[in-house]
């Protein structure tokens, strides 16, 4: 399974980015996948997550990014993806998406350490 996650780019505060993540590969019926996020010196932060079996889907969020990014999911295209609204500087961070194959209890989701495939980074830049 590849993740290939693309839309980082250079933004003001206040403005909005789309990222998306595809997996290649493989597509599943049960699973979670999430963002995560990582500055310099500092561990990789869980930002929002998607899970799924069969039908049923649920979603979490970071509470620095809760009402301002909305994750979710194409099923034909086997993509997520991650769209933040009203960014602000401290969203500045290199992006990670991130697939479980499984759908991940609500303790877990958050803990980079659970995830079986990562995508490559992508930058996401605020600008004051």
């Not at 993740?3 to 493989?26: E, F, I, M, N, Y």
């Not at 869980?46 to 994750?71: C, M």
């Not at 769209?83 to 303790?107: F, G, H, W």
Request: hydrophobic share 30%; with cysteine; charged share 20%.
């Amino acid at each position: 399974v590849q993740l290939q996650a693309s839309g980082g780019g250079l933004v003001q505060a206040g403005g909005s980015l789309r990222l998306s993540c595809t997996a290649a590969g493989r597509t599943f019926s049960s699973a979670t996948m999430s963002w995560f996020r990582q500055t310099p010196g500092k561990e990789r932060e869980f930002v929002a997550g998607i899970r799924w079996s069969g039908g049923n889907k649920d979603y979490a969020y970071v509470d620095s990014v809760k009402g301002r990014f909305t994750i979710s999911r194409d099923n034909a295209k086997n993509t997520v993806y991650l769209q933040m609204n009203s960014l602000k500087p401290e969203d500045t961070a290199v992006y990670y998406c991130a697939a479980a194959t499984k759908r991940l209890i609500s303790s877990s989701r958050s803990n980079s350490n659970q995830y079986d495939y990562w995508g490559q980074g992508t930058q996401v830049t605020v600008s004051s």
